[in-house]
């Protein structure tokens, strides 16, 4: 151990005046037990520094073969490792100038043991919630009745929230979200994806299905209130639409566009009435084809990756207005990101008959 003549005579070595430091001096020394292995170090935003101390937790979560992504309540980073050139030392009880000065009963010189070091940490970058895999587990098994068969069979293909909080990588809020743009329900604990349609739920299904399906279905397309001690539910027509829009679309890969409106008219409830918009971000109109056409197309079902959702898209065509791509790129929008800001990055911008276009940057195979 150092005495502090001999602090001095390293300071005067290194030509170092002791008046311009703080009197107490830390002296290290290598503990037996100091490793590079043992400990980690993770770099931290204040507000997720600040849930710490609040006593709530992040979690790290990630099959083996996807890359790590750690989570707080409400949203989602990617881990990746950042190397460093200064060697990085786990000092227990080390005191920072601020706490010296403050400590009056310091002493001059302070005997310190190395823990552990490190030449790296893991760097977090917030990101977007990695939700595709949501979809495809609970597809596993689709919902079809309480005396389903199928459904005995395949208790193992059902999840509970526990269960999707470890398999997928987002929050615990992104999930819940995610469910309801899904209209997954959950029954008894378990969380099925569910098809059915509003019509056939209603008209079918009331003496035959589980309270709680019946009660999702109704919430999914429509509001409760109560009135005289009735409870009601006030449907709304745009989500109506757009399901039964789905149904007629999801068995035929191009649907002629006049014919397919008069159908979809026919096939909703009397009094509700079927507008295009309602299909944004569901089904694409091709008016450039003769006859006009329209087929499903999912924004849940494309790519989760920037680059990759825009080869997809430009795959299925070739050029896009702003108007018609926007549905289908506005979830990839980062915070105060904007679609043309997407745009300019992904996609070359040209003039075709007076109109604003975008293709691709890259050749798509």
Not at 336 to 356: D, F
Request: with cysteine; charged share 25%.
């Amino acid at each position: 151990m150092r005495s502090r003549e001999e602090v001095e005579a390293t300071l005067h070595i290194a030509k170092l005046k002791p008046a311009e430091l703080l009197p107490p001096v830390h002296c290290l020394s290598f503990s037996p037990r100091a490793s590079a292995g043992e400990c980690c170090l993770l770099q931290l935003e204040p507000g997720l520094c600040a849930e710490l101390q609040a006593g709530r937790s992040l979690v790290i979560r990630g099959d083996k073969d996807e890359q790590a992504v750690l989570c707080s309540k409400d949203k989602t980073y990617d881990m990746k490792i950042a190397d460093t050139s200064n060697m990085l030392l786990f000092i227990p009880g080390c005191k920072t100038p601020e706490q010296l000065l403050a400590d009056q009963a310091s002493c001059n010189v302070i005997h310190t043991q190395i823990a552990g070091f490190s030449n790296n940490y893991w760097e977090l970058r917030k990101c977007r919630p990695k939700l595709k895999k949501l979809k495809k587990l609970l597809m596993e098994n689709p919902y079809e009745g309480p005396d389903s068969e199928r459904e005995k069979a395949l208790t193992d293909s059902k999840y509970t929230m526990e269960d999707l909080l470890d398999r997928i990588q987002a929050s615990e809020e992104e999930i819940l979200h995610q469910l309801q743009v899904i209209n997954a329900c959950k029954i008894e604990g378990i969380c099925p994806y569910s098809k059915v349609p509003l019509s056939i739920c209603l008209q079918e299904l009331g003496s035959l299905e589980p309270k709680e399906m019946i009660q999702h279905i109704l919430l999914s397309y429509g509001m409760k209130y109560t009135d005289e001690d009735e409870v009601y539910f006030e449907m709304n027509a745009d989500k109506i639409c757009s399901a039964t829009a789905q149904m007629l679309l999801q068995n035929a890969v191009k649907f002629n566009l006049s014919e397919f409106q008069e159908v979809w008219q026919q096939s909703v409830p009397e009094g509700l009435t079927t507008r295009l918009d309602q299909l944004k971000g569901l089904a694409l109109l091709d008016r450039n084809s003769r006859p006009e056409t329209i087929f499903l197309l999912k924004v849940e079902d494309l790519p989760e990756d920037n680059q990759e959702r825009f080869n997809r898209l430009f795959t299925v065509r070739e050029k896009w207005t702003e108007a018609d791509i926007t549905p289908y790129i506005q979830d990839l929008c980062a915070e105060k990101q904007t679609v043309g800001a997407l745009l300019t990055k992904y996609a070359r911008s040209s003039m075709q008959n007076g109109v604003k276009v975008y293709n691709s940057r890259r050749p798509i195979s």
